[in-house]
């Protein structure tokens, strides 16, 4: 499985951007998916997470109310929707997925993933 991102760019504090993360090369509706982020000199977090069927949705506690995960089976595409954004979410985002059925604490862990896209920068300036 190949993952794609994109969507990110330079964007003011009380902004939005909406990521996509494209995915070829398997079968994407059985594949659970997540965003996570990395700051410079900060550890790779995670951000937010959908099951495979859509059904159940994550997120860390930093983004709970301002981000929305969702994603479209019929276009093998997962959407990270990030609005009322301040500076302190200034990273390269990361989609990534597995086929595994993680449990609750696992969806949190990097390691659950086993596909990993090339990451997309989102700067907001204040």
């Known amino acids: 499985v190949q993952l794609q991102a994109s969507g990110g760019g330079l964007v003011q504090a009380g902004g939005s951007l909406r990521l996509s993360c494209a995915a070829s090369?398997?079968?994407?509706?059985?594949?659970?998916v997540g965003w996570f982020r990395q700051a410079p000199g900060k550890e790779r977090e995670f951000v937010a997470g959908?099951?495979?069927?859509?059904?159940?949705?994550y997120y860390t506690d930093s983004v709970k109310g301002r981000f929305t995960i969702s994603r479209d089976n019929a276009k093998n595409t997962v959407y990270l929707q990030m609005s009322s954004l301040n500076p302190e979410d200034t990273a390269f985002y990361y989609c990534a997925a597995t086929r595994r059925s993680p449990g609750l604490r696992e969806i949190y862990e990097r390691a659950t993933y086993d596909y990993w896209g090339q990451g997309t920068q989102v700067t907001v300036s204040s």
């Open positions: 959908n099951s495979w069927s859509g059904g159940k949705t």
């Open positions: 090369g398997g079968t994407f509706s059985n594949l659970n």
